[in-house]
Protein backbone atom coordinates (compact mmCIF):
# COMPACT_ATOMS: atom_id res chain seq x y z
CA UNK A 1 0.00 0.00 0.00
CA UNK A 2 2.51 1.98 0.89
CA UNK A 3 4.40 1.46 -2.28
CA UNK A 4 1.79 2.28 -4.42
CA UNK A 5 1.01 5.52 -2.59
CA UNK A 6 4.73 6.30 -3.44
CA UNK A 7 4.40 5.88 -6.79
CA UNK A 8 1.41 7.70 -7.23
CA UNK A 9 2.99 10.76 -5.77
CA UNK A 10 5.74 10.29 -8.41
CA UNK A 11 2.96 10.25 -11.46
CA UNK A 12 1.60 13.69 -9.47
CA UNK A 13 4.54 15.08 -8.90
CA UNK A 14 5.07 16.56 -12.29
CA UNK A 15 1.89 17.65 -12.81
CA UNK A 16 1.77 19.90 -9.32
CA UNK A 17 5.13 21.30 -10.45
CA UNK A 18 3.91 21.99 -14.01
CA UNK A 19 6.50 19.42 -15.73
CA UNK A 20 5.24 18.53 -18.67
CA UNK A 21 6.13 14.95 -20.79
CA UNK A 22 7.44 15.98 -24.62
CA UNK A 23 8.05 14.07 -27.33
CA UNK A 24 11.21 14.01 -29.49
CA UNK A 25 10.02 16.89 -32.13
CA UNK A 26 8.88 18.66 -29.79
CA UNK A 27 11.73 18.89 -27.41
CA UNK A 28 13.98 20.38 -30.24
CA UNK A 29 11.02 22.54 -30.96
CA UNK A 30 11.56 23.79 -27.91
CA UNK A 31 15.43 23.56 -28.08
CA UNK A 32 14.90 26.11 -30.95
CA UNK A 33 12.76 28.32 -29.85
CA UNK A 34 13.42 28.94 -26.03
CA UNK A 35 17.28 28.14 -25.11
CA UNK A 36 19.03 30.94 -23.39
CA UNK A 37 22.26 30.71 -24.72
CA UNK A 38 20.98 30.29 -29.04
CA UNK A 39 18.69 33.56 -28.13
CA UNK A 40 21.58 35.27 -26.63
CA UNK A 41 23.59 34.07 -29.38
CA UNK A 42 20.91 35.73 -32.05
CA UNK A 43 21.71 39.16 -30.63
CA UNK A 44 24.95 38.98 -31.98
CA UNK A 45 23.28 39.10 -35.58
CA UNK A 46 21.36 42.70 -34.85
CA UNK A 47 24.76 43.86 -33.30
CA UNK A 48 26.73 43.00 -36.74
CA UNK A 49 23.51 44.35 -38.90
CA UNK A 50 23.59 47.51 -36.65
CA UNK A 51 27.35 47.53 -37.23
CA UNK A 52 26.81 47.82 -40.94
CA UNK A 53 24.89 50.53 -40.91
CA UNK A 54 26.88 52.73 -39.34
CA UNK A 55 29.55 51.70 -41.59
CA UNK A 56 27.71 53.54 -44.76
CA UNK A 57 28.14 57.04 -42.31
CA UNK A 58 29.77 59.47 -44.14
CA UNK A 59 32.21 61.95 -43.10
CA UNK A 60 30.58 64.79 -41.09
CA UNK A 61 31.35 68.45 -42.50
CA UNK A 62 32.96 71.11 -40.38
CA UNK A 63 31.20 74.47 -40.00
CA UNK A 64 33.57 77.50 -38.17
CA UNK A 65 32.61 80.74 -37.11
CA UNK A 66 34.76 83.31 -36.42
CA UNK A 67 34.59 87.11 -35.46
CA UNK A 68 37.15 90.00 -35.16
CA UNK A 69 37.69 93.32 -34.16
CA UNK A 70 40.42 95.35 -34.97
CA UNK A 71 40.28 98.00 -32.28
CA UNK A 72 37.87 99.39 -33.61
CA UNK A 73 36.65 101.58 -31.17
CA UNK A 74 40.06 103.17 -30.67
CA UNK A 75 41.75 103.31 -34.05
CA UNK A 76 38.05 102.82 -35.98
CA UNK A 77 39.63 99.62 -38.19
CA UNK A 78 36.30 97.68 -38.15
CA UNK A 79 35.19 94.33 -37.30
CA UNK A 80 34.78 91.26 -39.62
CA UNK A 81 32.39 88.27 -39.59
CA UNK A 82 33.59 84.88 -40.62
CA UNK A 83 32.02 81.57 -41.54
CA UNK A 84 33.30 78.92 -43.39
CA UNK A 85 32.60 75.43 -43.90
CA UNK A 86 35.22 72.23 -45.13
CA UNK A 87 34.84 68.76 -45.86
CA UNK A 88 37.47 65.91 -46.12
CA UNK A 89 37.36 63.00 -48.25
CA UNK A 90 39.50 59.99 -49.03
CA UNK A 91 40.34 59.28 -52.85
CA UNK A 92 40.61 55.75 -52.35
CA UNK A 93 36.90 54.64 -51.29
CA UNK A 94 37.46 53.86 -47.39
CA UNK A 95 33.82 53.74 -46.87
CA UNK A 96 33.28 51.39 -49.43
CA UNK A 97 35.89 49.10 -47.72
CA UNK A 98 34.68 50.03 -45.06
CA UNK A 99 31.37 48.99 -45.67
CA UNK A 100 32.54 45.54 -46.97
CA UNK A 101 34.28 44.77 -44.03
CA UNK A 102 30.97 45.32 -42.27
CA UNK A 103 29.06 43.30 -44.66
CA UNK A 104 31.25 40.59 -44.74
CA UNK A 105 31.19 40.30 -40.55
CA UNK A 106 27.47 40.26 -40.62
CA UNK A 107 27.62 37.37 -42.78
CA UNK A 108 30.26 35.79 -41.05
CA UNK A 109 28.08 36.25 -37.89
CA UNK A 110 25.13 34.64 -39.46
CA UNK A 111 27.35 31.66 -40.33
CA UNK A 112 28.42 31.66 -36.76
CA UNK A 113 25.10 31.44 -35.53
CA UNK A 114 23.81 28.95 -38.14
CA UNK A 115 27.35 26.57 -36.93
CA UNK A 116 26.12 26.98 -33.25
CA UNK A 117 22.81 25.73 -34.00
CA UNK A 118 24.23 22.52 -35.69
CA UNK A 119 26.18 21.97 -32.61
CA UNK A 120 23.40 22.88 -30.26
CA UNK A 121 21.21 20.40 -32.43
CA UNK A 122 23.86 17.72 -31.84
CA UNK A 123 24.20 18.36 -28.33
CA UNK A 124 20.16 17.97 -27.29
CA UNK A 125 20.12 14.78 -29.70
CA UNK A 126 23.03 13.44 -27.51
CA UNK A 127 21.13 14.31 -24.12
CA UNK A 128 17.76 13.13 -25.37
CA UNK A 129 19.32 9.47 -26.24
CA UNK A 130 21.03 9.79 -22.64
CA UNK A 131 17.79 10.59 -21.19
CA UNK A 132 15.89 7.68 -23.18
CA UNK A 133 19.04 5.25 -21.85
CA UNK A 134 18.36 6.51 -18.01
CA UNK A 135 14.75 5.37 -18.37
CA UNK A 136 15.10 2.20 -20.11
CA UNK A 137 17.97 1.50 -17.72
CA UNK A 138 15.47 3.03 -15.02
CA UNK A 139 12.56 0.64 -15.76
CA UNK A 140 14.51 -2.25 -16.11
CA UNK A 141 16.45 -2.27 -12.55
CA UNK A 142 12.71 -1.75 -11.39
CA UNK A 143 11.23 -4.81 -12.81
CA UNK A 144 14.23 -6.40 -11.79
CA UNK A 145 13.98 -4.99 -8.17
CA UNK A 146 10.21 -5.66 -7.57
CA UNK A 147 11.02 -9.31 -8.89
CA UNK A 148 13.95 -10.15 -6.46
CA UNK A 149 11.52 -8.54 -3.91
CA UNK A 150 8.86 -11.15 -4.69
CA UNK A 151 11.60 -13.65 -4.35
CA UNK A 152 12.97 -12.59 -1.10
CA UNK A 153 9.31 -12.28 0.65
CA UNK A 154 8.58 -15.62 -0.19
CA UNK A 155 11.97 -17.26 0.34
CA UNK A 156 11.23 -15.51 3.66
CA UNK A 157 8.28 -17.71 4.48
CA UNK A 158 10.06 -20.84 2.86
CA UNK A 159 12.56 -20.29 5.38
CA UNK A 160 10.04 -20.10 8.33
CA UNK A 161 8.80 -23.30 7.09
CA UNK A 162 11.95 -25.20 6.91
CA UNK A 163 11.46 -25.56 3.07
CA UNK A 164 15.09 -23.99 2.29
CA UNK A 165 17.69 -22.89 4.51
CA UNK A 166 17.58 -20.16 6.33
CA UNK A 167 21.42 -18.58 3.93
CA UNK A 168 19.19 -18.78 0.71
CA UNK A 169 16.70 -16.38 2.04
CA UNK A 170 18.97 -14.29 3.47
CA UNK A 171 20.99 -14.21 0.39
CA UNK A 172 17.95 -13.49 -1.75
CA UNK A 173 16.82 -10.09 1.05
CA UNK A 174 20.36 -8.70 0.35
CA UNK A 175 20.24 -9.34 -3.25
CA UNK A 176 16.74 -7.63 -3.65
CA UNK A 177 18.45 -4.78 -1.32
CA UNK A 178 21.44 -4.54 -3.77
CA UNK A 179 19.10 -4.32 -7.20
CA UNK A 180 16.97 -1.68 -5.31
CA UNK A 181 20.17 0.69 -4.81
CA UNK A 182 20.75 0.18 -8.36
CA UNK A 183 17.46 1.32 -9.29
CA UNK A 184 17.07 3.88 -6.59
CA UNK A 185 20.11 5.23 -8.27
CA UNK A 186 19.02 4.98 -12.12
CA UNK A 187 15.91 6.82 -10.95
CA UNK A 188 18.23 9.43 -10.21
CA UNK A 189 20.24 9.35 -13.23
CA UNK A 190 17.20 9.85 -15.13
CA UNK A 191 15.68 12.44 -13.33
CA UNK A 192 19.49 14.44 -13.71
CA UNK A 193 19.33 13.39 -17.41
CA UNK A 194 15.43 15.13 -17.72
CA UNK A 195 16.93 18.34 -15.46
CA UNK A 196 19.73 18.43 -18.39
CA UNK A 197 16.64 18.53 -21.48
CA UNK A 198 14.92 20.91 -19.42
CA UNK A 199 18.27 23.22 -19.66
CA UNK A 200 18.49 22.99 -23.06
CA UNK A 201 15.12 23.73 -23.62
CA UNK A 202 15.48 26.89 -21.58
CA UNK A 203 14.41 25.89 -18.37
CA UNK A 204 10.79 24.51 -19.42
CA UNK A 205 10.24 21.90 -16.84
CA UNK A 206 9.98 18.31 -17.97
CA UNK A 207 8.28 15.80 -16.26
CA UNK A 208 8.60 12.66 -18.56
CA UNK A 209 9.80 11.66 -22.00
CA UNK A 210 7.32 10.39 -24.47
CA UNK A 211 6.60 6.85 -25.25
CA UNK A 212 6.89 7.16 -28.36
CA UNK A 213 9.56 4.45 -30.38
CA UNK A 214 13.33 5.93 -30.28
CA UNK A 215 13.40 8.44 -32.83
CA UNK A 216 16.02 7.11 -35.34
CA UNK A 217 17.73 9.78 -37.91
CA UNK A 218 18.99 7.76 -41.10
CA UNK A 219 21.00 9.87 -43.36
CA UNK A 220 19.94 9.08 -46.67
CA UNK A 221 23.69 9.43 -47.97
CA UNK A 222 25.94 7.39 -50.18
CA UNK A 223 29.51 7.09 -48.80
CA UNK A 224 31.00 8.70 -51.66
CA UNK A 225 28.45 11.57 -51.76
CA UNK A 226 29.41 12.50 -48.20
CA UNK A 227 32.29 14.78 -48.39
CA UNK A 228 30.31 17.04 -50.74
CA UNK A 229 27.51 17.28 -48.73
CA UNK A 230 29.62 18.26 -45.82
CA UNK A 231 31.53 20.98 -47.91
CA UNK A 232 28.06 22.39 -49.29
CA UNK A 233 26.31 22.58 -45.93
CA UNK A 234 28.61 22.92 -42.89
CA UNK A 235 27.98 26.42 -41.35
CA UNK A 236 31.49 26.60 -39.90
CA UNK A 237 33.46 25.85 -43.14
CA UNK A 238 31.29 28.83 -44.54
CA UNK A 239 32.30 30.75 -41.71
CA UNK A 240 36.32 29.51 -42.53
CA UNK A 241 35.55 31.02 -46.00
CA UNK A 242 33.79 34.21 -44.69
CA UNK A 243 37.22 34.74 -42.81
CA UNK A 244 39.45 34.44 -45.55
CA UNK A 245 37.22 36.77 -47.05
CA UNK A 246 37.08 39.24 -44.20
CA UNK A 247 41.01 39.44 -43.71
CA UNK A 248 40.89 40.43 -47.76
CA UNK A 249 38.83 42.80 -46.94
CA UNK A 250 40.77 44.50 -43.95
CA UNK A 251 43.99 44.52 -45.94
CA UNK A 252 41.49 46.60 -48.67
CA UNK A 253 40.75 48.90 -45.79
CA UNK A 254 44.29 49.35 -44.89
CA UNK A 255 44.64 50.27 -48.34
CA UNK A 256 42.37 52.15 -48.72
CA UNK A 257 43.54 54.11 -45.38
CA UNK A 258 46.77 54.77 -46.88
CA UNK A 259 45.30 56.70 -49.94
CA UNK A 260 45.63 59.95 -50.28
CA UNK A 261 43.25 62.37 -48.38
CA UNK A 262 42.00 66.03 -49.17
CA UNK A 263 40.40 68.79 -47.72
CA UNK A 264 37.73 71.11 -49.19
CA UNK A 265 37.25 74.41 -47.82
CA UNK A 266 34.94 76.89 -48.60
CA UNK A 267 34.56 80.36 -46.70
CA UNK A 268 32.66 83.39 -46.58
CA UNK A 269 34.04 87.31 -44.40
CA UNK A 270 32.29 90.54 -43.95
CA UNK A 271 34.43 93.66 -42.94
CA UNK A 272 32.90 96.33 -41.76
CA UNK A 273 34.29 99.76 -42.79
CA UNK A 274 37.10 101.37 -42.01
CA UNK A 275 37.02 104.64 -40.72
CA UNK A 276 40.30 105.39 -40.05
CA UNK A 277 41.58 108.47 -41.00
CA UNK A 278 45.33 107.20 -42.33
CA UNK A 279 43.73 104.19 -44.15
CA UNK A 280 39.91 104.13 -44.57
CA UNK A 281 38.37 101.30 -46.21
CA UNK A 282 34.54 100.39 -47.40
CA UNK A 283 32.90 97.63 -46.18
CA UNK A 284 34.02 94.72 -48.17
CA UNK A 285 32.39 90.83 -48.67
CA UNK A 286 35.26 87.98 -49.06
CA UNK A 287 34.79 84.61 -50.01
CA UNK A 288 37.49 82.00 -49.84
CA UNK A 289 38.23 78.16 -51.41
CA UNK A 290 40.99 76.29 -50.10
CA UNK A 291 42.19 72.59 -50.37
CA UNK A 292 43.89 70.77 -47.91
CA UNK A 293 46.24 68.03 -48.46
CA UNK A 294 47.76 66.13 -45.80
CA UNK A 295 51.11 65.01 -45.52
CA UNK A 296 51.09 61.32 -45.11
CA UNK A 297 54.52 60.26 -44.14
CA UNK A 298 52.56 57.81 -41.73
CA UNK A 299 52.47 55.54 -45.14
CA UNK A 300 55.94 55.07 -45.33
CA UNK A 301 55.81 52.51 -42.68
CA UNK A 302 54.01 49.40 -44.05
CA UNK A 303 53.66 47.45 -40.72
CA UNK A 304 50.25 47.72 -40.64
CA UNK A 305 49.63 46.55 -44.24
CA UNK A 306 52.34 43.33 -43.96
CA UNK A 307 50.04 42.46 -40.95
CA UNK A 308 46.88 42.67 -43.13
CA UNK A 309 48.73 40.60 -45.80
CA UNK A 310 49.67 37.71 -42.96
CA UNK A 311 46.47 37.70 -41.80
CA UNK A 312 45.17 37.04 -45.55
CA UNK A 313 47.81 34.17 -45.45
CA UNK A 314 47.10 32.83 -42.39
CA UNK A 315 43.16 33.19 -42.90
CA UNK A 316 43.83 30.49 -46.10
CA UNK A 317 45.79 27.85 -43.68
CA UNK A 318 42.94 28.36 -41.70
CA UNK A 319 40.56 27.15 -44.37
CA UNK A 320 42.59 24.27 -45.39
CA UNK A 321 42.83 23.35 -41.78
CA UNK A 322 38.89 23.49 -41.58
CA UNK A 323 38.64 21.78 -44.66
CA UNK A 324 40.61 18.82 -43.57
CA UNK A 325 38.86 18.53 -40.33
CA UNK A 326 35.50 18.66 -41.75
CA UNK A 327 36.66 15.24 -43.89
CA UNK A 328 38.28 13.86 -40.82
CA UNK A 329 34.79 14.37 -38.69
CA UNK A 330 32.38 12.90 -41.58
CA UNK A 331 34.59 9.84 -41.76
CA UNK A 332 34.85 9.52 -38.01
CA UNK A 333 31.20 10.03 -38.08
CA UNK A 334 29.86 7.64 -40.59
CA UNK A 335 32.83 4.52 -39.07
CA UNK A 336 30.36 5.20 -35.80
CA UNK A 337 27.03 5.37 -37.18
CA UNK A 338 28.53 2.00 -39.41
CA UNK A 339 29.53 0.41 -36.10
CA UNK A 340 26.14 1.37 -33.65
CA UNK A 341 23.77 0.24 -36.55
CA UNK A 342 25.90 -3.20 -35.87
CA UNK A 343 25.72 -3.46 -32.41
CA UNK A 344 22.24 -2.31 -32.26
CA UNK A 345 21.19 -4.89 -34.67
CA UNK A 346 22.13 -7.84 -31.91
CA UNK A 347 19.75 -6.01 -29.07
CA UNK A 348 16.41 -6.00 -30.66
CA UNK A 349 13.39 -5.72 -28.89
CA UNK A 350 13.28 -9.75 -29.20
CA UNK A 351 16.08 -10.25 -27.30
CA UNK A 352 14.94 -8.54 -24.19
CA UNK A 353 11.72 -9.85 -24.38
CA UNK A 354 13.21 -13.34 -24.57
CA UNK A 355 15.18 -12.47 -21.59
CA UNK A 356 12.56 -11.56 -19.68
CA UNK A 357 10.51 -14.48 -20.45
CA UNK A 358 13.14 -16.74 -19.67
CA UNK A 359 13.13 -14.75 -15.78
CA UNK A 360 9.64 -15.18 -15.75
CA UNK A 361 10.42 -19.11 -16.21
CA UNK A 362 12.96 -19.50 -14.26
CA UNK A 363 11.10 -17.28 -11.06
CA UNK A 364 7.51 -19.39 -11.31
CA UNK A 365 10.04 -22.83 -11.35
CA UNK A 366 12.21 -21.17 -8.89
CA UNK A 367 9.00 -20.88 -6.64
CA UNK A 368 8.25 -24.55 -6.96
CA UNK A 369 11.34 -25.75 -5.88
CA UNK A 370 12.92 -26.71 -9.37
CA UNK A 371 15.58 -24.34 -9.88
CA UNK A 372 18.30 -23.31 -7.36
CA UNK A 373 18.84 -19.54 -6.37
CA UNK A 374 22.01 -19.59 -8.59
CA UNK A 375 20.16 -19.95 -11.34
CA UNK A 376 17.36 -17.71 -10.50
CA UNK A 377 19.97 -14.95 -9.37
CA UNK A 378 21.47 -16.08 -12.37
CA UNK A 379 18.18 -14.94 -14.47
CA UNK A 380 17.82 -11.52 -13.21
CA UNK A 381 21.68 -10.69 -14.11
CA UNK A 382 21.35 -12.12 -17.41
CA UNK A 383 18.14 -9.99 -18.08
CA UNK A 384 19.73 -6.98 -16.38
CA UNK A 385 22.75 -7.01 -19.21
CA UNK A 386 20.48 -7.46 -22.07
CA UNK A 387 17.64 -4.98 -21.07
CA UNK A 388 20.93 -2.22 -20.56
CA UNK A 389 23.07 -3.59 -23.01
CA UNK A 390 19.91 -2.81 -25.42
CA UNK A 391 19.05 0.45 -23.99
CA UNK A 392 22.50 1.58 -24.42
CA UNK A 393 22.84 0.24 -28.22
CA UNK A 394 19.76 2.26 -29.32
CA UNK A 395 21.10 4.74 -27.56
CA UNK A 396 24.36 4.81 -29.06
CA UNK A 397 22.79 4.49 -32.36
CA UNK A 398 20.63 7.69 -32.27
CA UNK A 399 23.55 9.43 -31.02
CA UNK A 400 25.66 8.39 -33.59
CA UNK A 401 23.33 9.56 -36.33
CA UNK A 402 22.94 12.74 -34.46
CA UNK A 403 26.93 13.25 -34.94
CA UNK A 404 26.77 12.06 -38.88
CA UNK A 405 24.04 14.36 -39.63
CA UNK A 406 26.09 17.06 -37.80
CA UNK A 407 28.96 16.52 -39.54
CA UNK A 408 27.39 16.85 -42.71
CA UNK A 409 25.68 19.89 -41.59
CA UNK A 410 21.92 18.09 -42.48
CA UNK A 411 18.91 19.11 -40.53
Not at 166 to 173: E, G, H, K, L, M
Request: with cysteine; aromatic share 6%.
Amino acid sequence: MKKCIYSLCLLLMPLVLGAQTLDYRQFLQAVARDNATLLAEKYNVEIAAANLQAARVFNDPELSVAYTDNEDNTLMMGRSYEAGLSYGFSLGGVRRARIGVAATEQELTEAALADFFRTLREEATVAWSEAWEARETERALCSSYETMQRIAAADSLRAALGDIRRSDAVQSALEALTLKGEWLQARADYRNALADLSLLAGGQPLGDIAEDPMPLMVPDVAPGELMDIAERNRADLKAAELSRTLSQKNLALVRASRAMELGLELGYAHNTEVRNEIAPAPAFNAITFGVTIPLKFSSLNRGERAAAQAAVSQSERYLDAARQTVRTEVLQAWNAWQAACEVAEHYSDKIVSEAKEILEGIEFTYSHGDASLVEMLTAVRTYNDVALSAAQAQAARLAAAARLQAALGLE
